[in-house]
């Protein structure tokens, strides 16, 4: 017998946007105004101020425009001889300032303006420079084309402007015909759009490289297709509306079940992530699940290999460099830009590899799980456990957190009872974590290696003789020690093995939880007599989960105790065997703990 369930015998210790220009309008008076000198400009055209843009146009269908200057006159023949302008499609939008003061409340609240006509002398006679200063400096708006305009070019030197300012062209109204006008805006306009592109081409491949170092970093397929979802909709403007399926060609289904996913579902698609109102069918197959019309586009898209771009949304196709294929649909309000489809290129070529990679990852994990798991099954059994079939009363393929693990006979499948309590720790670990406690313990090293370590728990019971661990009745004194000696024998055996590898390891781990899973928070335990938070974390939450497991499957001295009799038995103990803390995680993750087959997934 061990010592992990507190309801032992009494002996064995208790743990407790191009037409042509209007023309011209003949000067009215001073050097300050605007002259047009050889076209004349139509009679009836429209201000195409803000208010004339059509109703219900979408955001960007108008190139914005900011005439600043201090007389009206100006701004009512630029509009005028511009009335008609269009370029690549798109017709114009006026706003206008009489002041730089006026110019600048506009340039807060308007991110989109394209270009800037400026007067140099409005209400100081630098009132222009300076509001270029404004523009280049303080709005960091490097992007917005400003065409200089003075009516006192003595007062502003062109030489000394172009060189000191950041301005993109220089006017002398007086010489400024109405064709000159219209060819120096679409000149500024064509060099702002390409401003513009590369500009969101940076900024989409800036963004694409700190996704893909974000998401590489992660260890989880779910976690990594949830911020394939996040990352998508960041890059592209869109959302919140998405979901991941992954394709049933060489998936598997969520969670620890090593069936082909087609099996379980009628076209082998399953719900990876989802974000929005897909968020509730995570690990959910697609079939019956997700809507008709977007299931329709997830398989359109499957059998095209290829993305599908629509008005409303796209569906994007995934393919590993191991022929996995995986479909994001992607909700949008808007229809995507070539630009945009092109960084969807870019990133789903750069992300495609992460999909294999965690794939491998994932398969190695359980691989050393596995291992670990039938070599401590092996060690507790002891000597004449192995027989030509395989261990001795080995059960069916089992869960990681199955819980059925508590009916294979009367010590239960060891093999399923050790990914359990492995499980169990996982969930508890990640749980104290996300609720921020014990940070500088709990990292994400530790995380992905503290249900491994939990495996080993017991391994030192190798040490010990098969007929003490067996014992249906009370150990004497000898009995006792020998049993309690497990705890430093496989703490030296895991201590051995780790001097092999750079720590921290599951091995290093493993050798703490080892030694010390079987103290008491009140140090009443064994060997070493720790109390508190003297006793190492993972120990400590190790020690609820094989307690948790021990009590709820049948022991030789006892059978099985039923689930609330168990917790409230672990609850009892808080504060004096279990660290509080620890018992409080526990009791968080329990729902997620005896969770049938088949929807018991690992912990993320």
Not at 378 to 403: F, I
Not at 492 to 503: E, T, V
Request: charged share 25%.
């Amino acid at each position: 017998m061990t010592d992990a369930d507190p309801t032992g015998p009494e002996d064995t210790p208790r743990t407790e946007p191009a037409s042509e220009p209007a023309p011209e309008s003949a000067p009215e008076s001073a050097d300050e105004d605007l002259v047009f000198l050889d076209d004349a400009a139509p009679e009836d055209a429209p201000g195409n101020g803000p208010e004339d843009a059509a109703a219900g146009e979408a955001p960007g269908s108008r190139w914005t425009m900011l005439i600043v200057d201090d007389e009206p006159e100006v701004h009512a023949i630029t509009k005028l001889v511009l009335s008609d302008f269009a370029f690549k499609g798109r017709k114009a939008r006026f706003l206008s300032a009489h002041s730089a003061a006026e110019a600048r409340r506009i340039l807060a609240r308007e991110s989109d303006i394209a270009l800037i006509l400026l007067d140099v002398v409005m209400e100081t006679e630098d009132a222009g420079l300076q509001l270029v200063h404004h523009i280049r400096e303080e709005l960091q708006n490097r992007n917005v084309r400003i065409i200089l305009r003075t009516g006192q070019p003595g007062q502003a030197p062109e030489r000394a402007v172009i060189l000191d300012y950041d301005i993109n062209d220089y006017k002398a109204k007086t010489q400024l015909t109405a064709q000159q006008l219209f060819t120096t805006t679409v000149a500024a306009l064509r060099s702002y759009e390409d401003i513009v592109a590369i500009d969101a081409n940076r900024r989409g491949l800036e963004k694409i490289i700190e996704a893909s170092s974000s998401l590489f970093r992660a260890r989880s397929m779910k976690l990594f297709a949830a911020g394939v979802l996040t990352q998508l909709s960041g890059l592209l403007g869109v959302g919140p509306d998405a979901i991941l399926c992954v394709q049933r060609g060489g998936a598997r289904t969520p969670g620890s079940s090593n069936q082909p996913v087609e099996a379980a579902t009628g076209n082998g698609l399953y719900v990876l992530a989802g974000s929005g109102r897909f968020e509730d069918l995570i690990n959910e197959p697609a079939a019956g699940h997700v809507d008709p019309a977007v299931l329709t586009a997830v398989t359109a898209c499957l059998e095209k290999r290829a993305h599908v771009f629509a008005g409303d949304h796209c569906t994007l196709y995934i393919r590993t460099p191991n022929d996995r294929e995986t479909v994001v649909y992607l909700r949008s309000n808007r229809p995507l830009s070539e630009l945009d489809r092109k960084l969807i290129e870019v990133f789903c070529g750069k992300i495609s590899v992460g999909f294999d990679n965690l794939h491998h990852y994932e398969q190695l994990y359980r691989a050393q799980q596995g291992t670990l798991a039938a070599l401590a099954d092996l060690a507790e059994r002891g000597r004449g456990a192995l027989t030509p079939d395989g261990p001795a009363k080995d059960g069916a393929a089992c869960t990681e957190m199955g819980a059925d693990a508590a009916e294979d006979g009367a010590e239960g499948n060891r093999f399923c009872r050790l990914l359990r309590i492995a499980a169990i720790t996982e969930r508890i670990a990640r749980r104290l974590h996300a609720d921020g406690l014990f940070a500088d313990t709990l990292d994400e090293s530790t995380l992905e290696i503290i249900g491994l370590a939990a495996i080993l728990h017991d391994i030192g019971n190798a040490a010990v003789n098969p007929a003490i661990l067996s014992k249906p009745g009370p150990l004497d004194a000898a009995e006792r020690s020998a049993m309690q000696a497990h705890t430093v024998a496989g703490a030296s055996l895991l201590n051995q093995a780790s001097h092999l590898a750079d720590g921290p390891t599951h091995l290093h781990l493993g050798a703490a939880v080892a030694r010390w899973h079987h103290e008491n928070w009140d140090g009443t335990g064994y060997p070493d007599g720790r109390t508190g938070a003297a006793i190492p974390l993972c120990a400590r939450i190790v020690a609820v989960a094989d307690a948790y497991d021990a009590m709820t499957r049948d022991r030789p001295y006892r059978p099985a105790l039923g689930r609330d009799r168990a917790v409230d038995e672990i609850r009892r103990l808080a504060g004096l065997r279990f660290d509080p803390a620890v018992v409080d995680a526990f009791l968080a993750v329990l729902p997620e703990i005896d969770l049938p087959r088949s929807a018991a997934g690992p912990a993320a």
